[in-house]
């Protein structure tokens, strides 16, 4: 049974950077192999672990779109070239492979699309003990039901009272469409100080996290983030790595 981790937040809050950082700390603790799944429109998670996506789930979810008006695929079953389509986007590497959403392209129905594609992830996705799922801001792609459940729904927020209060709302916007999870993990990313803010206790209070991680601010990620480069090279012994064992404690 896959073990799935969704990390969510908003915009500008390092949240991709967390999902790899997840990714990198599950394969340093021998947990593998690990599927990475870059659900955001804006694909980063690629470069963050070192590996470079040419084809994205986007262009496969467009091809289904004018498939779906055909009857067949030169003899091929229309569901079957997909998988085959989705399956070419597979980056793999050594210890992880990594699938990237990308971009919708064309206008119409993707009623057809994303059944396709949903079928197709879900059976990928069995595939792996361990997934990390790096969400566009918001709780869009979990509403779609890309994945039936999750283990462990992950909120990263930067330090402050209005970072608080969006965590709050997409926890209301979670419970609004019923999305499953098993914990939740609060991560307060990019601090300055070795405490957490006023307010945490009761933002755990009132949402109910199982888990509220702070992470603190550190000039190797920030450098390397703000370059879009590469953190799987990070030492083992980097506090903000070492932070994620909290989270993941609750799903191995």
């Known amino acids: 049974m896959s073990r799935l981790i969704a990390v969510t937040g908003k915009g500008g809050v390092?949240?991709?950077t967390v999902a790899a950082l997840l990714v990198m700390r599950l394969l340093?603790?021998?947990y593998r192999p690990v599927l990475a799944v870059d659900a955001d429109p804006n694909t980063c998670l690629d470069a963050a672990l070192g590996v470079n996506v040419v084809k994205t789930v986007g262009g496969v979810r467009e091809d289904a779109r004018k498939f779906a008006q055909e009857r067949t695929v030169r003899g091929m079953d229309k569901k079957r070239f997909l998988q085959l389509r989705i399956a070419e986007s597979l980056v793999e590497s050594d210890d992880f492979d990594l699938i990237a959403m990308g971009r919708s392209e064309g206008p119409g129905c993707y009623c057809y699309a994303n059944n396709v594609l949903k079928a197709v992830l879900n059976a990928m996705v069995s595939r792996y003990p361990y997934v990390v799922l790096d969400n566009e801001a918001g709780l869009e792609n979990l509403s779609r039901r890309i994945v039936n459940k999750v283990g462990i729904l992950v909120i990263v927020t930067d330090p402050t009272s209005r970072g608080f209060e969006t965590?709050?709302?997409?926890?209301?916007l979670a419970g609004e469409m019923e999305i499953a999870y098993d914990n939740l993990a609060i991560v307060v990313n990019r601090l300055r100080r070795q405490e957490l803010p006023a307010g945490a206790e009761e933002l755990r209070a009132v949402t109910g996290a199982d888990i509220m991680?702070?992470?603190p601010e550190d000039e190797n990620i920030l450098t390397i983030s703000e370059?879009?480069?590469n953190l799987i090279h990070l030492s083992p012994d980097n506090p903000v790595l070492i932070g994620m064992d909290r989270i993941l404690e609750?799903?191995?």
């Open 250 to 252: 609750k799903i191995i």
């Open 227 to 229: 370059q879009n480069g």
């Open 14 to 16: 390092g949240k991709t």
């Open 167 to 172: 965590v709050r709302r997409l926890h209301a």
């Open 28 to 30: 340093q603790r021998g």
């Open 213 to 215: 991680v702070g992470l």
